[in-house]
Every structure is written in structure tokens, then in C-alpha cells.
């Protein structure tokens, strides 16, 4: 069985970073289905260092591994409040050399004090599946990484990363990684996967930065007045707006409760696009406009509050930092408009500010929230998240034009993906890009999204942005759209 040496500086345990935080408790709130949480990247080797050997292939892997602290990091019960030394686990990964002090590794509690320790060396073991050729290795490596990230990490015990490798007569195919989502966002996973397809040419990429100065600055006083003025924020908005988004019970929910659909459609990349450069807005906040305008009609009102995910690498300190920076901002929309167009440039103000609202100590977030919900006697929380996950926005070039939105919507194409037993949240919309495609996949409660409404949600989406582009798009038409879908299932 071969293994990649994760080494590093062991470092005794300290506090979890607020984004850590943040998915700590996102992970209780979903356990025992938290490895939704899990991330992916699959890398197909360069040329130019191919053919690769295994050996090869590892030796740089854990070269490019071993560049990033938080994937040597493992979760510790928190002796401050008083858990004690619980001593070694018996249920030891063979994967991860532990160090003298462990914590149990039992399941996840919601609210559990933890911290964080970074191990001097993780020991990870590699997973391999052979292909028959070039083609067969893409299906292969889809395979093998719903297959690493199928399970829960032991957050405990077992290091933050799992690797596969594709071969093909022998040689390397295909990189595959899972990480938890502890040690790293969508933005953290991206940069790796650039560190190791440069080892894999014998290269380095810029400074890393160091993850640990996150915690620290966090925890000084500049942090904490920027995290206090954050909550005020929050705190305010909360005491405004409806107490939640789609509160209307339409179905017994389906046994498996929330479903999972997946657009990909071109059109509706190349028309936020080019409404994008139109209004001189951004891609995604022309998609957070949509979503917007589709929440509020959900549940007839003409305000929309939806949860968005801030990459915080604004300083450049922390643009190539391996970790999980990511938190939740406050986006609301006010959608008491005429024309889908007149939403844009509200919705770019609004995406600014939920930015600013996206770096806070989460623990005293979620105090000053429900010291809200108890002050209105009624819990506040808009149940619905947006997460645009793309590292680039507007394409290069000009923008696209009318009649190549036109021609691009036959390719949309429209499919459910597996279920889940058990997401946080009533609503939670995903993009990711393919080429100029845009995927915008959704996850609904079928309680109050059934199957044949969600499906009418992100279709109504795609025609709202796409007629918007050389027409009139009328929002007071959306309550119908969204409610013919219910008569039609």
C-alpha cells in the first residue's frame, strides 16, 4: 500500500479560524451527512511531464502537500472547557500518524468546543484504479472521487485530504483529491490543485502565505472591532426582515428529503455575461439578482434575504492560503420592480455590501442572532444560500451578443443528481463554470420545494437572465411560473 508523507512543523492546538468555525458547526448542524461538505479536484498530468510514473507522481504530490500547513491539521477536544485529556483513541486511522494527545473520535456534536493542532507528519494513504485509455480515465476519476468523498473525514483522527490516482498501462492518468472542508474552501482546493500540477513539473508556486497568522489576527483587537461592527450589521438586518424565505409547506417530503437538480446551460452563462457588462454589474451578482427576484416570488413577498458565501482573500496575504477563509454574508434584495433589468444595479450595491458583512467570530454571530429571534419571539434565519463557486467572472472578449444567447440555449440541459438525506438549509443554490457553460445546481427541502417546483425554479431562472438579454423580463410573472409547475406535477 503505498502512503504520501504530509511533513511539516508540528504546532500545539490553538483556536479554530473563524471560516473553521463556521463549517465546524455547519458540519453538526448536517451530521450524519456532513460529508456533503467535501470537496474535489481532479487533475490530468500535464504533457510535458508525461509519461509519469507512480513514484514520480507521489514523490511531487507530497512535495506539493507538504507546502500547506492546514492539511497536516486534525480537530482536538478543548481542554479549556474542560473535556480533559481524554488520551489515545482507539479507533487510530492507519492513514495519520497521531501525535501523544488525541481527541475520541466519536461523532460529531453539534456545539462541541474543539480546537485545532497541526501534526508534524500525516501519513496518507493512495488510492488507485486502473483505466483502459484516455477516455475510460475521466470516468474512472469521477468515479474514484465520489468514491474518497462519499464518507464523512474523521475529523479526529484522520488527515484532512484523501488522494487517488488514475492509471492508464501503468502511469499516471489522473490526480485525484478529497478535502475536508475544515482545512480548506472551494478557493483553498483551487490553489492546491495549481501547486500540484506545478510539482508535477518540477515547479513551485508563489509563497503560501501562513494560516496561522489568520487565527492570530483574528483574535487581536483590530479583529475583533471588525468582527463587532460586522455583527452590528447583522443584528440590524435580522431585526427587519421576514423571519425566514419559503415558508409554505406544499408536499409530504419525498423519503430521501432534499433533492439535488443540475443545470448547464451556456445561454445562461454567455446571457449574465453580457448583462454584466451591460449594467457594469458582475456575473454573479446578476445570478444572485435572479435568485433573488425567484425567492421572493416563492413566497409572494417583494424582499429577498439569501445567505452568500464570501471567499475573503481580499488581502493579499491571503490569496494563496490553503484554508478555509469562506464564510457567510447577508445579501438582501429588495425586488419590487417592473423589469428583471432594474434589479442589477440594486443587486451590485447589495452584493458589495454582503461582502463587507462576510468576516465575523462566528460564535458571537450566532449568539447576537438568536438574541434577536428571542427579541421578535420567532426564529430568524432566511434558510437559503447561494454559493458561487467560479474563480473567474466575466469571460474575456466582448460581450456576448443577443442572437449567440439565442443559439446557445438548445445545449441547456437539465438533470437531478443524488439526493440528500440532510442539508441545513431549505434552499441552497451552487454555480460552477464548464467552458462558458454555467452550472447552477439547487438543493431544495421537498417539503416546500417539491421536485416538480424546483425544477420550474432554476428553468424560470435560466428564461428570466436569458430574455432579459434582448427584451423585457417582467418579474410579476414569476409567482405563476413557479406555481404552474406544482398544478403540472
Given amino acids: 500500500m503505498r502512503r504520501v508523507a504530509v511533513r511539516g512543523t508540528p504546532v500545539a492546538d490553538g483556536p479554530l479560524t473563524w471560516g473553521q468555525h463556521a463549517i465546524w ?98 501519513l496518507v494513504t493512495v488510492h488507485t484504479v486502473e483505466a483502459a485509455d484516455e477516455f475510460d480515465a475521466d470516468r474512472a476519476a469521477d468515479g474514484l472521487a465520489a468514491d474518497l468523498a462519499g464518507t464523512a473525514f474523521g475529523y479526529r483522527t484522520e488527515p484532512p485530504v484523501r488522494i487517488g490516482l488514475v492509471l492508464v498501462g501503468g502511469l499516471v492518468a489522473r490526480v485525484v483529491l478529497a478535502l475536508c472542508h475544515l482545512a480548506t474552501d472551494g478557493h483553498g482546493a483551487d490553489i492546491l490543485l495549481r501547486d500540484v500540477r506545478l510539482a508535477l513539473l518540477a515547479r513551485t508556486g508563489p509563497p503560501p502565505g501562513d494560516p496561522l497568522a489568520v487565527a492570530v489576527e483574528e483574535a487581536s483587537d483590530a479583529g475583533r472591532a471588525r468582527s463587532d461592527a460586522v455583527i452590528g450589521t447583522w443584528r440590524e438586518a435580522y431585526r427587519a426582515l421576514p423571519p425566514s424565505m419559503f415558508t409554505t409547506e406544499r408536499a409530504e417530503p419525498q423519503p430521501v428529503r432534499w433533492w439535488v437538480g443540475r443545470l448547464t446551460s451556456p445561454a445562461l452563462g454567455l ?33 429577498a434575504a439569501v445567505l452568500t458565501i464570501v471567499g475573503n482573500r481580499y488581502d493579499p496575504a491571503r490569496r494563496d492560503l490553503v484554508a478555509t477563509l469562506s464564510q457567510e454574508g447577508l445579501f438582501t434584495l429588495d425586488t419590487a420592480a417592473a423589469d428583471f433589468a432594474n434589479l442589477l444595479r440594486p443587486a451590485w450595491r447589495e452584493s458589495l455590501r454582503a461582502y ?91 417539503r416546500f420545494l417539491p421536485p416538480a417546483r424546483l425544477e420550474a425554479f432554476v428553468l424560470t431562472l435560466e428564461d428570466l437572465v436569458v430574455s432579459a438579454v434582448d427584451g423585457p423580463a417582467p418579474l410579476a410573472a414569476l409567482p405563476a411560473r413557479l406555481g404552474s409547475a406544482v398544478v403540472a406535477a
Avoid: K
Fill in 356 to 446: 463587507r458583512s462576510g468576516s465575523y467570530d462566528q460564535a458571537a454571530l450566532d449568539a447576537a442572532l438568536a438574541a434577536v429571534s428571542a427579541e421578535r419571539g420567532t426564529t430568524v434565519h432566511p434558510m437559503c444560500c447561494f454559493n458561487d463557486m467560479r474563480l473567474v467572472d466575466l469571460p474575456p472578449g466582448a460581450p456576448p451578443t443577443a442572437e449567440q444567447v439565442r443559439t446557445a440555449r438548445a445545449d441547456s440541459a437539465f438533470a437531478w443528481a443524488s439526493p440528500q438525506p440532510q442539508v441545513a438549509c431549505r434552499f441552497c443554490a451552487h454555480v460552477t463554470a464548464d467552458g462558458p457553460a454555467l452550472t447552477y445546481q439547487v438543493t431544495g427541502d421537498t
Fill in 271 to 303: 446571457a449574465a455575461a453580457a448583462l454584466a457588462a451591460r449594467h457594469r454589474t458582475s456575473v454573479s451578482s446578476v445570478l444572485l439578482a435572479a435568485t433573488a427576484a425567484l425567492v421572493a416570488a416563492d413566497g409572494g413577498g417583494d424582499r
Fill in 25 to 122: 458547526a455547519a458540519i453538526g448542524r448536517t451530521a450524519p451527512n456532513d460529508h456533503y461538505f467535501n470537496l474535489t479536484r481532479v487533475l490530468t498530468p500535464p504533457e510535458r511531464c508525461r509519461p509519469l510514473p507512480v513514484d514520480d507522481a507521489l514523490d511531487r504530490l507530497g512535495a506539493a502537500l507538504s507546502r500547506h500547513p492546514t492539511l497536516r491539521t486534525r480537530i482536538v477536544a478543548d481542554a479549556v472547557a474542560g473535556s480533559g485529556d481524554p488520551g489515545r483513541s482507539d479507533d487510530r486511522s492507519e492513514a495519520t500518524v497521531l501525535a501523544p494527545r488525541t481527541a475520541p473520535a466519536g461523532p460529531v456534536v453539534p456545539g462541541e468546543p474543539v480546537r485545532q493542532e497541526l501534526l508534524a507528519e500525516v
